[in-house]
């Protein structure tokens, strides 16, 4: 009897466990750190998941008839966020998908700066332009988009 009460509550302890890991996942999703933002001349204020994946993936370089031009961040929690979040891929497997692009001339790589404030001054100059940064990042110049 100990072995079958030992069993159950171990799966009891899994299923609990499993449970408060889905919640931390979705609260962590929820809670975002990093915000896009976009040249002012882009003419909408949201952006969907998928077309955000594609424009930084390099499969688009347009929105809604637009040319866009993204501006990478070189590294730090931000740009690995804007990877888990929408890009659904490591860094060396992202830079490689880009080189890919590049190589075989479908693609040119995008600028890639050191800080946040230079992204920022970069899509303010850059009409077309989207980058993303830290959500506590000064952003005069750009807009903010939504992200549905």
Not at 70 to 79: E, Q, Y
Not at 142 to 147: D, Q, T
Request: no cysteine; hydrophobic share 45%.
């Amino acid at each position: 009897m100990k072995v079958k009460g030992d069993f159950l509550m171990k799966k009891r302890l899994v299923l609990v466990l499993f449970g408060f890991a889905v919640a931390l996942s979705s609260s962590h999703r929820a809670d975002a750190q990093m915000v896009v933002i976009a040249n002012l001349s882009v003419g909408q204020n949201d952006i969907s998941q998928s077309d955000l994946r594609d424009i930084f993936t390099g499969a688009t370089s347009t929105l809604k008839g637009a040319s866009i031009t993204p501006v990478l961040l070189k590294d730090g929690p931000v740009h690995q966020e804007m990877l888990t979040r929408y890009v659904g891929k490591s860094d060396s497997a992202f830079r490689a998908s880009w080189r890919s692009l590049l190589f075989s001339g479908q693609g040119v790589m995008p600028r890639t700066l050191d800080s946040e404030a230079a992204v920022v001054e970069n899509v303010a100059h850059t009409p077309g332009a989207i980058g993303y940064i830290g959500k506590s990042t000064p952003h005069d110049g750009v807009k903010i988009l939504a992200v549905r």
